[in-house]
């Protein structure tokens, strides 16, 4: 085993060099939990460059790369996989941003229907992205919750209903007190369908603000999901009477057919 302190985080490299476990403290508040990888990486927190050691460019592009958050394996409300082929079981996938994750995830678990859900960073430019990453603005994430649903028991755009009813759409890049494009209201789709969707629901919901403001959310394609941090998953049921900056408006709802 070779081990390196970096500041006040171990980083312990065991296995082959082709494959190797990275254990190591997350460097940020709560810690982390970290996946095997091929390839020697650095971790958030560590920041450490491996170049050198394993005959890279110290330094150079690439040289350091950070490791995938591993979920825990079950949601801490529902009891259900975090990550399993859910297509397989018959469900679907919805991914939204709608301002700090914490309280939107918990308006989408209580949705009778929803199988489980994930908060994660998504539609940015940087793979691997911690939370301290995604809040300095330079990565381009939006904060975003993965929604796995059963379509014989909710439809797409029962679920997009909460969502615009949950937040204020109007706002760009911000959520309240929340400011910064990683609280932006977005809907990123899995399917050409669920763009019709997404569009249509949206044309939807303007007809009811009457004059109230244009909608800003942000339509695109489904980008990689990266997993948040552990202690980011069903804060506010881990964390009874934690922050939650999320609103709607007031006497505004999504029109029903």
């Given amino acids: ?45 560590t920041r450490m460059v491996l170049g ?25 409300v529902l009891g259900t996989p975090m990550e399993a082929d859910f297509a397989k079981e018959g469900l679907e996938m919805a991914m939204v941003g709608m301002g700090c994750f914490w309280g939107a995830e918990r308006v989408f678990w209580q949705l009778p229907g929803v199988y489980t859900t994930a908060v994660g960073y998504s539609a940015g430019t940087t793979e691997n992205p911690s939370y301290r990453d995604v809040c300095s603005g330079r990565t381009g994430h939006a904060e975003v919750v993965r929604v796995v649903f059963d379509p014989k028991k909710i439809s797409y755009e029962q679920i997009l209903a909460r969502f615009w009813e949950k937040h204020d759409s109007r706002q760009l890049n911000r959520q309240g007190n929340d400011v910064g494009t990683q609280y932006r209201s977005g809907i990123y789709y899995y399917s050409d369908e669920q763009k019709k969707i997404a569009e249509a629901s949206r044309d939807k919901f303007q007809s009811v603000l009457d004059g109230k403001g244009k909608i800003v959310t942000e339509i695109a394609p489904a980008a990689t999901f990266y997993f948040a941090e ?19 408006l007031p006497g505004v709802c999504y029109p029903a057919d």
Avoid at 5 to 21: A, E, Q
Avoid at 59 to 75: D, L, W
């Fill in 230 to 248: 552990d202690y980011h998953q069903q804060y506010l049921s881990k964390n009874p009477g934690g922050y939650c900056g999320l609103g709607g």
């Fill in 1 to 45: 085993m070779i081990a390196f302190v970096v500041g006040s985080s171990l980083l312990s490299l065991r296995t082959t060099w082709k494959d190797i476990k990275v254990v190591a403290d997350s460097g940020f508040e709560f810690g982390g939990k970290w996946s095997v990888v091929s390839g020697p990486r650095g971790v958030r927190g």
């Fill in 52 to 76: 050198g050691l394993f005959g890279g460019k110290a330094g150079g592009q690439g040289a350091v790369s950070k490791m995938a958050i591993v979920p825990p394996e079950t949601h801490h």
